[in-house]
């Protein structure tokens, strides 16, 4: 029976054991099978967040590219013009139009009311404005910033007459630049470019973006001309205007359609050019013709005189004379930029007509510009006539926009209210270099 015992014993150990080792067996398979699913699982978690990262990430790329494909679009000038002469007061728009002076090498009160109330669109400087190339920087740039303070601040247009020889502002601290008559007789179509580029480089030193130059009138008397020869006038003003232009500075054409047979100045009183009608488009209005002809690739106004021309017109000086500014000058020769008249304030025109008959007169021949030179009342009187004859319907509303939109246009092309650097001003007005360069055309 001992035997037996030990046998079954034996036999109830093996199974147990047998027992053990299936259990072992099952609990390392189950958590096997458990990582397995734990690791499948976790992958998909990050499958699934990867790819919910991929699609926001897309989502905000695709944004992104079409903010980018869509840019803001740059408004033309003349889609700012038009915008911004739908804004403007009629006051602001008459302002536009008128080109004043003062008294003084400082700002005073009647300028800065002409700037901040009436919004001249330009100021014109003489002599009794200027006393050093530094001085006249740091007024420009006065004249400027105060501008600025505008509502709607537009680029304020400096000038003056800087014509050489006998009309030269600020002359002992300026280059002595030669007269036309002079540069007509002994320099050469690249040295009077040469010439007037240093002047345009002088002027735009000190904050002046406009020169009433040069004089296309033929004369051999007179210092102001190039001479008679009508081909010699426009070669040489071209070559002016060039110089001008290559220094950022804006040319003027004058005294259309020709002063040369002048008697009477004008600044005093009327006068009358008696020449007909061929001689006057075949002679005269030779260089004016031929640079408009050049309008497109040159940067010029064309300043029309106060002299009388019964030729064209029988009764109006050129300046308030529609059959010659609208007439001649546009519908015939094609000129498309600014018209500015000679100063207001001579006796040629001044002492036969009031200032608020100037100003509807001249607007209404198709002037754009008004010059009132040195009176602060006529400035004023000038620029209230313009609105009263809006007002009461003599002059179309329209008839000013045309104007301004030349003006505005003209101005955002070309000029601005940037300042000018006063200590470079001393060092570019009168330097050996201009100094040297205009010996040179003597030998």
Do not use: W
Request: with cysteine; glycine share 8%; aromatic share 6%.
């Amino acid at each position: 029976m001992t035997r037996v015992r030990r046998r079954k014993k034996n036999k109830i150990g093996f199974i147990l054991l047998f027992l053990l080792a299936l259990l072992i067996v099952a609990g390392v398979a189950f958590q096997l099978g458990r990582n397995s699913q734990e690791s499948v699982a976790s992958v998909g978690r990050e499958a699934t967040k990867e790819s919910v990262e991929s699609t926001t990430s897309s989502k905000k790329d695709a944004n992104t590219k079409g903010k980018q494909q869509i840019p803001q679009k740059k408004q033309s000038i003349d889609e700012k013009v038009n915008q911004l002469i739908k804004q403007m007061t009629l006051q602001e728009k008459v302002g536009q139009m008128l080109m004043v002076g003062f008294y003084g090498t400082e700002e005073d009160d009647k300028i800065k009311n002409m700037i901040l109330s009436q919004k001249v669109g330009g100021v014109i400087l003489f002599d009794r404005n200027m006393q050093t190339p530094q001085q006249v920087a740091g007024l420009t740039n006065q004249l400027k910033r105060e501008t600025e303070k505008n509502k709607r601040p537009i680029p304020l247009m400096i000038g003056l007459d800087q014509e050489g020889g006998p009309v030269l502002r600020m002359r002992d601290a300026v280059s002595p630049i030669p007269s036309e008559q002079k540069l007509g007789q002994i320099a050469s179509p690249q040295e009077v470019f040469n010439i007037s580029r240093l002047n345009g480089e002088e002027l735009a030193a000190m904050g002046i973006q406009l020169d009433f130059a040069p004089v296309l009138d033929l004369s051999d008397q007179d210092e102001r001309s190039f001479g008679s020869n009508p081909n010699k006038g426009f070669n040489l003003g071209l070559q002016s205007i060039k110089g001008l232009n290559s220094a950022k500075v804006t040319a003027t054409i004058k005294h259309f359609p020709g002063n040369g047979r002048v008697v009477v100045d004008p600044h005093l009183d009327t006068s009358i050019v008696k020449a007909d009608k061929n001689t006057l488009e075949n002679v005269d209005m030779v260089p004016f013709k031929q640079m408009i002809q050049r309008q497109k690739e040159n940067q010029f106004f064309v300043m029309v005189t106060h002299v009388k021309y019964p030729a064209f017109d029988t009764k109006m000086p050129a300046s308030i004379s529609k059959t010659i500014i609208q007439g001649l000058l546009r519908d015939q020769l094609g000129y498309q930029g600014i018209v500015v008249t000679d100063d207001l304030d001579m006796g040629a025109v001044s002492k036969y007509y009031s200032y608020e008959q100037l100003g509807y007169m001249a607007v209404n021949a198709g002037a754009d510009l008004l010059l009132v030179c040195h009176d602060y009342n006529h400035q004023l009187q000038l620029y209230n006539g313009i609105i009263q004859s809006v007002q009461t319907g003599k002059l179309s509303e329209d008839r000013i926009n045309q104007s301004v939109k030349r003006i505005l246009t003209y101005k955002f092309k070309h000029m601005s209210n940037h300042p000018v650097s006063e200590a470079n001003a001393g060092k570019v007005v009168r330097s050996k270099k201009h100094l040297d360069m205009i010996s040179n055309i003597y030998k």
